[in-house]
């Protein structure tokens, strides 16, 4: 398993776990560590040489351009 798949699994983890939590700062923190491991996962396949560096850009929010 390609360790994008990993981090991937976490983040599912995570939102299953915020989708349970018993208070909102709880549910904010399990939102933000899914949003950290979808991060880390996008940038593991840039670093795998699978997608090109402007994709990363545009799955973490960001609209600036960088050369691919």
Known sequence: MKQSELFRENAENCAHLA?????EPLF??????????????????????????ARIAVANGHL???PA
């Open 19 to 23: 989708e349970s939590a018993a208070s």
């Open 28 to 53: 904010n923190r399990y939102k933000r560590m899914e949003a950290a491991w979808l991060a880390l996962a996008n940038e593991q396949d840039w670093l795998d040489g699978e997608v090109s560096p």
């Open 64 to 66: 600036s351009a960088r």
